[in-house]
């Protein structure tokens, strides 16, 4: 262990080539629900010499403890989760091909054509599509259902991949100018923006880090998580879909985004799953207006983040939501804004260096 | 017990539907009584057996969910002495018409599922399989009797007595998960005669079909440190013959996904192999549909597995298993069990 | 006991937003509980009693939110895109009114729906009069609850809400009623049941009950062609419930619970409900399980502006609730 250990307490974090390096290391990382081994390796890795405690518990959650400084500290749980949609392999069929079955939701149109890394190994293999030529017009009008396409591992594969195994898309981290793109944004850019909190973690709380599994099959490392760290409050950091895109008719305004790229971080109000705690609403609107962070309030409506399940453990946890945007989020690559991820580091910081025992202290407003 | 067969004969001739679970459970508390140290009940009905383990203590625990509740139905209301019913737990509307089934009234009236003509039903309702909401329950009886023994809320059972098949299969009704509850007896009979470290809980849970409310309860008073789920699995058959079914007869369903904790996954697999018992991996990619799904994310999180037994024709009247593979159950847990050492918790980590 | 619902139905308190319907109710219960306290997630807990030999702690259960609408998007000439909270109707909404927290008032219109399709929450615009989105007064994630007044039909009373206002004008009544008892009652006012029975999750955790109750409304089989088949009609009494889609009912409380009602001689009827959940659930599946029941208000035109409740069925719910809470419970 070489490294240098650069821990800034207070000092608001900044995105540069380390942190890059870290996205990178993570996005290209497989980590499909129920496998999320490789991206816990990682995340062990980066935080046993910043934390004062590590656990590692019965679903696979990574639980990280940073205490604070001083007296009246506030818990405060973050959560961003591990895992990411993929896919299993089903049944192996003759010729190294295997039929596969999606974990977490993702439109079967995304797949036919695609390639794709299966296992530990990381195997490269590709799904397939039957050539134009033998297709029919009223055929290409209709959806490839995922039970007619098969993984293709070549025809040698032998034994070295069978049913159970999980896959995802074999995309690659980029920067393309003022973004990112890569597969698994959708959470890694949370898991990142937590270990980055915890290099600068602020010294007026306990900061409690669940790095969770699960996330994408039912929120059900988050429920565990939040059950061991009984917090006092939490915030759920993930990503969130930026359908910022037009309209056909371009006539009609856009007025479904959910949220929009370069409009900051995406602080949720409400979703499927939690209603926001206003308390820590306004907390995070309020260090956003007073610091010019720019932010955006989520477009209200359904989908789900942690929050979900931690807000309701033991006897409640006041929560909300803070996403980076991202477009095409469950697709093989999706494209964030370096600087929506600054400004969600830079508030999310502010905002936890701001927590005191006042902002829970009132009954809760909404 | 080395003849389970009546005993698991008599529990799939009850009743005990989701949430009524005490006529089942009686039977259960009964064949767990010599074979268990202590028995109770939670507050909502799952009984508990504990079978202390002979490690120093603190010793660990490894508990055994079996679901012992049954689908079935309920009266919603009563017109000219024809029961309306709704489901509890999930039926296919379709395999209901003509089922002989039994009203628990204030007195039990046998009776059966009737198809009204279509001439009698909206027009839409008739021609295609008739829904749940248009079939009639007819015990027999004059409008005014029915009215005196039966009220809305009453339960409906299906009245299939079991059947002894050829090559040990048994069919008849409720073999999910009543087979899977003779496993977890088998497993607890296995175990008089052999030493064990870690305390036994088996739990026979309630409300499996409806909200998984045992296997959410259960675990949060007895705090295992490492749960096997047992339920049934989906055998190969008519109409289910993909990755989704295993052998009918092929041997043990071993739970592979996010339910599943691969450290115990792993452990049982080589007890099979090193006992010569078959099995399969069953696989789970989102959830595994049992009682792990909850037992799993129970407080601080528990390391859970997931043992099937293969059963045809699930949530019908006639399910079949093979009993071959509900005594593989029964003892690969119990040898499973009786090699856990005071230190086994270290192997159960995601040092994978 | 009119007055007291008049104003709790006219109060709005969308789920999650829920602190003036908690105000409301705090006023209304005044000193006439032992201890108040408010949780992580708002539920108002009212203490009341002690427990004494055969007694229990019972949780009852009446959830104080309402279905309601919040703000997606503020189009460039002032109108408001919403989505629901909770179970809204969207035929129901059209050409009603709504009354965001801050006092702005609304109307409801739609757009985009085709001939012979049903409107959906999406096709569902608010107009509160402003003329841009620069001088629109309320703005993304903010939140309304439909507005209509209360009506008083004599032997049958309608407002919006009557989902699960009713219940806790029950509850609070039963809670004034309730002179003696050997158990210690906790009376919860609940957050976000209709959104996911959310409150009543946390606050069964923290009550830690031995016993539980939810007090809500059910639908009504008494109307033309109503499906499902429902044998429930307004004023036949409280409904004792066996079960919703949520929860099955604890038999034994079930059988106590008529055992008690034809003791005290109070018309009941038994309910089986094939949709729809209560706070019921939430009590049953807490820690290691909690036997659970619930005393349903039979109610017609349920997630409707115009929700109708039978005042002897009321009055009948608050005698049940308080024999229920008298006396030791005896479950076998």
């Known amino acids: ?366 | 017990m080395n003849d389970f067969l009546p005993f698991l004969k008599k529990m799939i001739s009850a009743p005990g539907l989701s949430g009524f679970e005490g006529p089942v459970r009686k039977i259960i508390q009964e064949a767990w009584e010599p074979l268990t140290d202590e028995l109770s009940v939670s507050k909502i009905g799952s009984l508990h057996g504990l079978k202390k383990g002979q490690g120093p203590e603190p010793r660990k625990r490894v508990l055994i969910s079996t679901h012992m509740d049954a689908i079935g139905m309920m009266v919603t209301g009563i017109e000219e002495g024809l029961m309306r019913i709704t489901q509890i737990g999930g039926i296919d509307h379709r395999i209901l018409p003509g089922q002989s089934v039994i009203v628990h009234g204030r007195e039990e009236l046998p009776g059966q599922v009737v198809q009204p003509p279509a001439h009698l039903l909206p027009e839409s309702a008739g021609s295609g399989p008739v829904k749940m909401d248009y079939l009639l329950v007819d015990v027999g009886l004059r409008p005014a009797e029915v009215v005196e023994k039966v009220r809305v809320g009453d339960l409906v059972s299906y009245a299939q007595e079991p059947l002894e098949l050829t090559g040990e299969a048994l069919a008849g009704h409720t073999l999910d998960n009543r087979a899977s509850v003779a496993a977890a007896t088998i497993c607890l009979g296995e175990l008089q005669n052999r030493l064990h470290d870690w305390d036994v809980w088996a739990v026979a849970s309630v409300q499996e079909e409806e909200t998984l409310g045992g296997a959410q309860t259960s675990p949060f008073e007895i705090r295992p440190d490492i749960a096997i789920v047992v339920d049934v699995c989906f055998a190969k058959g008519p109409g289910a013959s993909d990755w989704r079914n295993l052998p009918f007869g092929g041997g043990v369903g071993l739970g592979w996904g996010p339910n599943i904790h691969p450290a115990l996954y792993k452990a049982f697999e080589e007890k099979a192999k090193a006992l010569e018992i078959p099995y399969n991996r069953d696989l789970m990619p989102k959830m595994s549909g049992t009682d792990a799904m909850a037992v799993q994310v129970v407080a601080e999180g528990i390391p859970t597995a997931v043992l099937g037994i293969p059963l045809r024709y699930m949530h019908t009247p006639v399910e079949m298993v093979s009993m071959k593979d509900v005594r593989r159950v029964g003892r690969l847990m119990a040898e499973f069990i009786a090699d856990l050492k005071p230190d086994a918790m270290d192997k159960i980590n995601w040092e994978e | 006991m009119k007055s007291l619902i008049q104003k709790l139905v006219e109060t709005p308190g969308p789920s999650g937003f829920e602190y003036k319907i908690r105000d409301t109710v705090r006023e209304a219960i005044g000193d006439s509980a032992d201890e108040i306290r408010v949780d992580a997630l708002g539920n108002l807990i009212a203490i009341k009693g002690k427990k004494a030999a055969g007694g229990k702690r019972v949780m009852v259960s009446a959830h104080i939110d309402e279905i309601g609408l919040m703000v997606t998007h503020v189009e460039k000439d002032g109108f408001l895109r919403v989505t629901n909270v909770g179970g809204v109707n969207p035929l129901t909404c059209i050409g009603g009114r709504v009354l965001f927290m801050n006092g702005t008032r609304g109307v409801i219109g739609v757009s985009g729906v085709k001939a012979g399709s049903l409107p959906k929450i999406t096709d569902l615009f608010v107009d509160v009069g402003a003329v841009s989105r620069e001088d629109c007064p309320v703005k993304v994630g903010d939140v309304c609850g439909f507005e209509r007044p209360f009506l008083d039909l004599g032997k049958r009373l309608v407002a919006k809400s009557m989902d699960d206002r009713i219940a806790a004008a029950v509850a609070i009544e039963a809670l004034k009623r309730l002179e003696s008892t050997p158990n210690e009652v906790h009376f919860v006012f609940s957050t976000q049941e209709e959104v996911g029975i959310r409150g009543a999750t946390t606050a069964a955790y923290g009550v830690d009950p031995e016993v539980g109750f939810a007090v809500d409304v059910t639908l009504s089989g008494d109307t033309p062609d109503a499906m499902p088949r429902m044998e429930t009609a307004l004023g036949n009494g409280p409904a004792i419930k066996v079960r919703d889609a949520s929860f099955i009912a604890d038999p034994r409380l079930v059988d106590w619970m008529v055992r008690q009602a034809e003791a005290a001689g109070i018309p009941y009827q038994m309910e089986v409900l094939t949709a729809g959940g209560t706070d019921g659930r939430a009590i049953q599946l807490t820690r290691a399980g909690v036997p659970a029941g619930c005393v349903s208000i039979v109610c017609r035109y349920i997630h409707s502006p115009s929700e109708m409740v039978d005042a002897d069925d009321v009055e009948n719910s608050v005698r049940l609730l308080v024999k229920l809470l008298s006396e030791p419970i005896e479950l076998d």
């Not at chain 1, 695609?114 to 029919?136: C, D, F, Q, Y």
């Open chain 1, 1 to 366: 262990m070489t490294k240098k250990l650069e821990i800034s307490a207070g000092q608001v974090p900044e995105i540069g080539p380390d942190q890059f390096a870290l996205l990178e290391k993570l996005t290209n990382a497989i980590a499909v629900s129920g496998d999320e081994h490789e991206v816990r390796q990682i995340v062990l890795e980066e935080v046993k010499l910043l934390a004062d405690d590590v656990q590692v518990d019965a679903l696979g959650n990574v639980l990280v403890t940073k205490f604070g400084r001083g007296e009246g500290r506030v818990r405060v749980m973050l959560a961003s989760h591990m895992d990411e949609i993929g896919l299993m392999i089903v049944q192996k069929n003759d010729d190294g091909q295997f039929e596969f079955e999606r974990v977490g939701g993702i439109d079967e149109r995304q797949l036919p054509g695609k390639a794709v890394l299966v296992g530990r190994e990381h195997l490269p293999g590709v799904i397939g599509a039957k050539p134009i030529h033998m297709t029919t017009t009223s055929e290409r009008e209709q959806k490839i259902e995922v039970s007619s396409l098969r993984i293709d591992l070549g025809p040698e594969i032998g034994d070295q991949v069978k049913p159970g195994d999980w896959a995802t898309f074999a995309t690659r981290f980029g920067i393309l100018g003022p973004s990112i793109r890569a597969k698994a944004l959708d959470d890694r850019l949370g898991v990142a923006t937590l270990i980055e909190l915890l290099k600068h973690a602020p010294e007026n709380i306990d900061l409690l880090l669940a790095f969770t599994v699960q996330e994408e099959v039912g929120l059900r490392g988050a429920r565990v998580a939040a059950y061991r760290f009984d917090p006092d409050m939490a915030i759920a950091v993930d990503s969130t879909p930026a359908n910022d895109l037009p309209n056909w008719d371009s006539e009609v305004e856009n007025a479904r985004y959910n949220t929009k790229l370069d409009g900051g971080p995406a602080i949720y109000v409400m979703d499927g799953a939690t209603i926001g705690d206003q308390r820590l609403v306004n907390l995070l609107t309020g260090v956003g207006d007073a610091n010019a962070i720019p932010y955006q309030i989520r477009q209200p409506g359904s989908g789900g983040t942690d929050a979900g399940m931690i807000h309701q453990v033991r006897a409640g946890v006041p929560s909300v939501s803070v996403s980076v945007p991202s477009r095409y989020i469950h697709f093989a690559a999706g494209i964030a804004r370096i600087d929506d991820w600054a400004n969600t580091l830079k508030l999310l910081h502010t905002a936890l260096s701001q927590v005191t025992p006042e902002l829970l202290a009132v009954e809760r407003r909404a």
